[in-house]
């Protein structure tokens, strides 16, 4: 039985809030894009472009994507260490080893162009991520387990016109 104590009811929640959490900060972001480089017309029809420097975000978006998921990975990989008693220093470093691996696999082509099998690929590494920070070997593969399968949910969830 998959939900046999309270450590693994708790693993389960953390995996489904940063599976939802991940997946949809990625359409959220992807919508307010705006162009740096705009153009305005003057008299007589002449443009001159206002082309403003890029950020450093903005040269390195894979590098920003995975600072911003080790981010979220420690701090949901502490909390399950705290809450699980397997050690939060622990559990933060293997949260954010994992999220920033969710983070750049999300930036990837691949997962642009197969948005279903990014969010289950990204439920799995949360949840084995998680399922190591609060628990043994056995725990990872069960969080790998549930997290895919949340993943894969909130994936067919948010693409159902696609299908």
């Known amino acids: 039985m998959v939900f046999g104590s309270m450590k693994n009811?708790?693993?389960?929640?953390?995996?489904?809030?940063?599976?939802t959490q991940a997946s949809f900060s990625d359409t959220v972001s992807?919508?307010?894009?705006?162009?740096?480089?705009?153009?305005?017309?003057?008299n007589g029809g002449v443009k001159k472009s206002a082309?403003?420097?890029?950020?450093?975000?903005?040269?390195?978006p894979k590098m920003k994507a995975a600072a911003v998921g080790g981010g979220i990975g420690a701090a949901a990989g502490g909390t399950a260490g705290l809450l699980t008693g397997r050690g939060v220093v622990r559990g933060a470093a293997i949260g954010a080893g994992a999220g920033a691996g969710a983070g750049v696999l999300r930036k990837t082509a691949m997962a642009k162009k197969h948005p279903i099998a990014s969010d289950a690929a990204t439920g799995v590494i949360a949840g084995a991520g998680l399922g190591l920070a609060s628990g043994r070997k056995h725990k990872t593969v069960e969080g790998a387990l549930l997290?895919?399968?949340?993943?894969?949910?909130?994936?067919?969830?948010?693409?159902?016109?696609?299908?």
Not at 9 to 19: D, E, K, N, Y
Not at 147 to 163: E, I, S
Request: net charge positive; hydrophobic share 35%; with cysteine.
């Open 30 to 42: 992807s919508n307010n894009v705006s162009n740096p480089n705009k153009t305005k017309t003057l």
């Open 51 to 60: 082309s403003k420097p890029e950020t450093w975000g903005q040269r390195h």
């Open 147 to 163: 997290g895919g399968a949340a993943g894969l949910g909130v994936g067919l969830w948010k693409n159902r016109k696609d299908l």
């Open 9 to 19: 009811i708790v693993t389960a929640i953390a995996i489904i809030s940063c599976t």
